[in-house]
């Protein structure tokens, strides 16, 4: 709906704020680096798309992250659950160009806390330090 792309496209503005500086270039990436926006930008995508129905997502994929997996593999392990969780991973999973997408559970763990601060419910993300933002240590 209009109102959930403009939430994703707001969301996606404060997400890119809090990136350092320094940091930025290897953000966005270029021709020859994708760069890393495209993990938060799916998280957010998750997020906004399922809002309220898909209860837990985040937690999952972080759980996921913290065993090893990247975020299609992730996403791929929930498909099969039940319900609107499975529903969402599938949805995700239909993203055409994979290889550009980093896979690294680092990154995972790196972007969670912060777009679990715009999601509907409580995130309870294990490993995670309140107040820790994105380049913090």
Do not use: C
Not at 10 to 19: D, E, G, H, P, S
Not at 35 to 57: N, T
Not at 84 to 111: F, H, M, N, R
Request: no cysteine; aromatic share 8%.
């Amino acid at each position: 709906s209009p109102r959930t792309a403009k939430r994703f496209t707001n969301l996606y503005r404060i997400v890119k704020a809090f990136v350092p500086k320094e940091e930025l270039a290897g953000f966005e990436g270029n021709e020859n680096f994708p760069g890393d926006f495209q993990v938060p930008m799916i998280l957010l995508a998750l997020q906004a798309g399922s809002g309220h129905r898909v209860s837990g997502l985040l937690e999952e994929i972080h759980k996921l992250a913290l065993n090893g997996s990247g975020l299609r593999e992730a996403l791929l392990k929930l498909s099969s659950a039940e319900g609107g969780l499975g529903k969402a991973a599938k949805k995700a999973l239909a993203i055409e160009d994979w290889e550009t997408v980093t896979q690294s559970p680092e990154s995972l763990i790196k972007w969670m806390p912060l777009i679990a601060r715009f999601s509907f419910e409580q995130a309870n993300l294990p490993g995670w330090e309140e107040g820790k933002d994105v380049g913090e240590s």
